[in-house]
């Protein structure tokens, strides 16, 4: 091939038989077809060395997809872990999650796609710009403020794997927009009124479950993974496994007469084969995302709707109000039943004012005169309302 030498004498970059090569140390020389790829890939090859980097990805790989980098971020945090070793499958779970938008094609699975309606992760990585990818997660953000930092998070993850293969990544790409999850605001907690009105407005699908949730206090997961094995519905109590408590302690909590008809209901209505005690339509268990989308969200729309209808517009007890504070709710309701506060920290399974030991649990003691009020009492909802 015969060589000649650039007139202009452009650095790092020489005219090449019908192409044009570039020579940036210590990557080895590439040829190019036109003289704006040359200077395009001398400086991605320039910015790459000022960061330290003293490899390139070959010609064949210096176009890898988001996806494809986000595939392969994913399957090294699965088989090396992460800065501070091993995952587990909680770990590696989250990471799945917060990867996805940059991994999926399909935005029926949660693919990010641009403003043209390409998914990202069909597009190369020197082709992405800072801009549209703030973007979308100020999108994604006004609607899951906490999925979104940790989308972003992924992202980055994503695009330091490229770039240790030695595809060009926009310096720009590392420095985006910073997501604040931001302090939520506290639900008040319903009066038991407030709470049979909102559980009413519920798809009948999760009726139950909000209506266990508001007296009961346990936590969506918790309730989510009850299993028919947990509930002893002779005994009036639910156990709740440790990998399900926030606490990871197991606990077993006694139901009032009320909590015990609903279980007992919730199991008899439930899908045929399965193991859990609340269902979807189509089978399966309920999660935070599928709860909140088919459950949640229409339910207090319905009731924000009905409360205004009834007592004219303005503000409703359930503007804001989310699954937390269905457990505040269920404080509030055992206080006006006139609970103690130990009894009341020994069925939520946490400390009173951070003064009680969470292992009250064990206590029998704790445990027969939790039992001796709530036979007194009957329901706590009748007897808080």
């Known amino acids: 091939m015969s060589r000649t030498t650039s007139p202009d004498k452009i650095p790092y970059v020489r005219s090449w038989g019908s192409g044009w090569q570039v020579r940036v140390r210590p990557f080895p ?49 699965e088989t090396k872990g992460g800065k501070r070793g091993p995952l587990s499958q909680e770990g590696i779970k989250h990471y799945a999650y917060a990867t996805r938008p940059w991994r999926e094609t399909d935005p029926n699975k949660g693919a990010a796609l641009d403003g043209a309606g390409i998914p990202f992760a069909a597009r190369p990585i020197p082709g992405l710009a800072a801009f549209e990818l703030e973007d979308w997660l100020e999108d994604r953000a006004a609607v899951a403020l906490t999925s979104a930092r940790n989308e972003r998070q992924g992202l980055i993850g994503s695009l330091g794997q490229a770039q240790r293969r030695g595809v060009y990544v926009d310096p720009a790409l590392f420095e985006l927009d910073s997501i604040v999850v931001r302090r939520v605001r506290r639900s008040a907690a319903l009066s038991a009124f407030e709470l049979e009105w909102l559980v009413e407005a519920m798809p009948r699908r999760g009726r139950r479950l909000v209506s266990l949730r508001g007296t ?170």
Not at 40 to 58: H, S
Not at 260 to 281: D, K, V
């Open 216 to 385: 009961l206090g346990v936590r969506g997961k918790e309730s989510f993974g009850m299993l028919d094995s947990h509930v002893d519905l002779a005994g009036r109590t639910v156990f709740v496994p440790a990998a399900n408590a926030k606490e990871r302690r197991e606990k077993t909590l006694p139901l009032d007469e009320t909590e015990t008809e609903l279980l007992h209901r919730a199991l008899f209505e439930r899908q045929p084969g399965s193991r859990h005690a609340f269902t979807r339509a189509e089978g399966g268990p309920w999660n935070q995302g599928k709860f909140y989308e088919r459950v949640w969200l229409p339910g207090r729309a319905l009731a924000v709707e009905r409360w205004q209808e009834e007592f004219g517009p303005g503000a409703t007890p359930f503007d804001g109000f989310d699954g937390r504070g269905l457990r505040r709710t269920a404080t509030t309701l055992m206080r006006k039943a006139g609970l103690t506060p130990e009894l009341i920290a020994a069925r939520l399974g946490h400390n009173d004012g951070g003064a009680l030991v969470l292992s009250t649990y064990s206590d029998a003691g704790t445990g027969e005169r939790l039992r001796a009020e709530l036979d007194r009492l009957g329901s706590i909802r009748e007897a808080a309302g």
């Open 29 to 77: 020389e590439e040829v190019v077809s036109t003289l704006a790829q040359a200077m395009q890939r001398a400086g991605e090859l320039l910015e790459l060395r000022g960061r330290g980097i003293r490899r390139a990805a070959p010609v064949a790989t210096r176009e890898m997809l988001l996806g494809q980098a986000a595939e392969s971020y994913l399957r090294r945090l």
